[in-house]
């Protein structure tokens, strides 16, 4: 398993949102790049990335300090937010993203979701953000009528990377994942999932280390970390040794 963190993007600063609401955006850091490189030296082996103002804005709006990222740490980064077309899919790709994400394209358009997995091998995941079983899309703001299962089963033979589940209700208010939805879509689909939205504790943590959660691809803590619910070191730790007996 893999534990991400996560950097919001929202005008140029890190933040976490509660349950998507831009209006309640607590501010965590003015330096992006600095935060990115505290957690690659604290020991994470990637870094999730959204930029929240291109999710409602629906292209790039928070380039500069992606860049800045990028140019600052080695650790591979995964990017969502505002990624609607090819061209900004390979833009990124060729400033060094190790992979997009794609939210609301999967649901508008998966025809061109399937032809950027197929252009680009294994850099390309399905973001899929649910609110009582529905996906949602434009930065959360609307619902659609397809379930989270429903959508990633149109993916299945596409090439993509992995499902990125966040349960929306749960995101940013620490109630901890919600692992029967996100055990449902991994067993629903073949693609790797990771598991986002409310992670809170250590005990989320080792909840996720669990056997049940084995098909698990890993998960992204975002608030906990940064308020210090979450031990990075021993997180980490954690996670080594299961590998440990695991592999």
């Known amino acids: 398993m893999i534990l991400f963190p996560a950097i919001d993007l929202k005008e140029g600063r890190c933040v976490r949102l ?13 330096d992006p790049a600095a935060q990115a490189a505290a957690f690659e030296r604290q020991g994470f082996e990637w870094l999730h990335v959204v930029d929240l103002d291109g999710a409602f804005a629906g292209r790039p709006m928070n380039a500069a300090a992606v860049d800045a990222m990028l140019n600052g740490i080695s650790i591979p980064v995964q990017l969502g937010g505002g990624i609607r077309d090819m061209r900004t899919v390979e833009g990124w790709l060729e400033k060094g993203v190790a992979r997009v994400i794609l939210g609301t394209a999967a649901v508008r ?7 950027a997995a197929r252009r680009h091998p294994g850099r390309i995941a399905v973001g899929i953000d649910a609110k009582d079983g529905r996906v949602a899309v434009e930065g959360w703001a609307q619902t ?18 992995a499902i990125i589940y966040t349960d929306i209700t749960r995101d940013g208010v620490l109630k901890g994942l919600n692992i029967p939805m996100t055990l449902a879509l991994a067993d629903a689909v073949a693609i790797p999932v990771v598991a986002s939205g409310g992670l ?26 940064y308020d210090g619910r979450i031990d990075p070191a021993e997180a980490l ?11």
Do not use: N, Y
Request: glycine content about 8%; overall charge negative; charged content about 30%.
């Open 18 to 30: 509660v349950q998507g609401d831009m209006a309640q955006a607590t501010v965590f850091s003015d």
């Open 109 to 115: 358009d998966p025809d061109f979701v399937r032809e």
């Open 144 to 161: 659609a009528s397809l379930t989270a299962q429903e959508l990633g089963r149109r993916f299945e033979d596409a090439g993509v990377a």
């Open 200 to 225: 809170a504790s250590m005990r989320d943590i080792e909840r996720l280390l669990e056997p049940d959660c084995a098909k698990l691809a890993g998960a992204i803590t975002g608030r906990a970390l």
């Open 237 to 247: 730790a954690l996670i080594r040794q299961r590998r440990s007996v695991v592999g």
